[in-house]
């Protein structure tokens, strides 16, 4: 055990020198263009969540809307939630890439 926390530290000590180079520099974009790619990845990501949802209500052959709302189906509703946030997250992810 001690031999594998020696060589992890080491092989931590000999990445040092690259994650210390410093980032090349740029602009920064102006508070008009933040504001655009904002309004426009989020109208793109609500988009691709809604889109997967519907996907998700398809594959199942159950009306997820109908359990929810009408039958006020408490485990259909966390599902429906689970399902949008792991949507978001993939989206999110997508996007930040």
Known sequence: MKKLLVTLFSLSL???PALAQEAEARSRPSLLEGIVSTVLYGAI????????FKLFDRAIHA????EI???KNMAAAILAGAVVLGVSLIVAMTIHS
């Open 14 to 16: 000999t990445a040092l």
């Open 63 to 66: 009306d997820i809307e109908k």
């Open 45 to 52: 990501g609500i988009a691709l969540a809604i889109i997967g």
């Open 69 to 71: 709302f009408e039958n």
